[in-house]
C-alpha cells in the first residue's frame, strides 16, 4: 500500500538533546511539508521541500532543520535551539506538477520534552 | 495573500443532527478547495475536494460547493453520527509562478456529537 510513514509514534526528549523524526514516502511525490500543531490549535507550516536537495523555510522554523537527499524522505531535527518543542508534529506530501492537488498526511509523532 | 477562514468552534450536535461548518476564502488565482477531518490522535485524512468553481465534492455523506462569488466552501451533513465526531480542517490549494504550490489551512472546528 502506498502512503506516508511516520515514526516514532511517541518521542521523549531532555531539554538540550536533538531529536530527529522520520517521514518517508512511497508516493512517489516531488513535495514534502512538516507541519507542527499545538492542542487545539491548527497547522503550522515548519519547512517544505518540492524536490531534492532543496527546501524552503515555513512560519516557524527557527529551532529546527531539514534535509531531503532522497526523493522518499524528508527527516526533521528539532534542535535544542527550539523552545517549545512538545507537540505533534505532521509530515505531508503532495504532486507538485499537476498543481491544485491535495496533501497526503502520515500520522503524525507526538513529542514530549521532560 | 492566500487564506482560509473557517468557522469557530467548538460545534456540539445531538446524533441526526444537521451539520454546517463555514469556509471562506481568499485566494490570488484560482485555488483548489478541501476539507480534512482528524480523529484525535491521528493524521489528517482527505475528506473532499473541488477544483473549480460551482464543483461539488462529496464523500460519506459530507458535501461541499466550491462558490466563487461567494468565495465559500461550506461543509454540510445531512445526519451526523457519533462517529463524525473529529475536528475539520478547511484548505486551499494555489498555485503561483514564484512559490510552486501552496496551502493554507483553516485553524480546524472541532465537532462533537452526542447519542
Known amino acids: 500500500d502506498g502512503g506516508i510513514t511516520q515514526s516514532p509514534k511517541y518521542l521523549f526528549r531532555k531539554e538540550g538533546q536533538n531529536v530527529t523524526l522520520s517521514c518517508e514516502q512511497n508516493l512517489n511525490h516531488d513535495a514534502m511539508y512538516w507541519y507542527r500543531q499545538d492542542p487545539g490549535q491548527g497547522l503550522r507550516l515548519i519547512y517544505y521541500?518540492?524536490?531534492?536537495?532543496?527546501?524552503q523555510k515555513g512560519d516557524i522554523a527557527e529551532g529546527y532543520s531539514v534535509s531531503r537527499e532522497k526523493k522518499e524522505s524528508f527527516p526533521l531535527t528539532v534542535t535544542s535551539a527550539q523552545k517549545n518543542p512538545t507537540a505533534f508534529y505532521l509530515c505531508?506530501?503532495?504532486?507538485?506538477?499537476?498543481?491544485?492537488?491535495?496533501?497526503?498526511f502520515g500520522p503524525g509523532t507526538r513529542l514530549t520534552v521532560l | 495573500g492566500d487564506s482560509v477562514t473557517q468557522m469557530e468552534g467548538p460545534v456540539t450536535l445531538s446524533e441526526e443532527a444537521f451539520l454546517t461548518i463555514n469556509c471562506t476564502y481568499t485566494?490570488?488565482?484560482?485555488?483548489?478547495l478541501f476539507w480534512y477531518v482528524q480523529y484525535p490522535g491521528e493524521g489528517l485524512q482527505l475528506l473532499l475536494k473541488?477544483?473549480?468553481?460551482?464543483d461539488k465534492g462529496s464523500n460519506k455523506g459530507f458535501e461541499a460547493t466550491y462558490r466563487k462569488e461567494t468565495t465559500s466552501f461550506h461543509l454540510e451533513k445531512g445526519s451526523v453520527q457519533v462517529s463524525d465526531s473529529a475536528v475539520y480542517f478547511c484548505?486551499?490549494?494555489?498555485?503561483?509562478?514564484?512559490?510552486?504550490?501552496?496551502?493554507?489551512f483553516g485553524t480546524g472546528t472541532s465537532l462533537t456529537v452526542i447519542p
Open positions: 485566494a490570488t488565482g484560482y485555488p483548489s
Open positions: 484548505a486551499l490549494s494555489d498555485r503561483t509562478p514564484d512559490t510552486g504550490n501552496q496551502f493554507y
Open positions: 473541488a477544483t473549480k468553481a460551482d
Open positions: 521541500s518540492q524536490i531534492v536537495n532543496d527546501f
Open positions: 505531508a506530501s503532495s504532486i507538485v506538477a499537476s498543481g491544485y492537488n491535495e496533501q497526503f
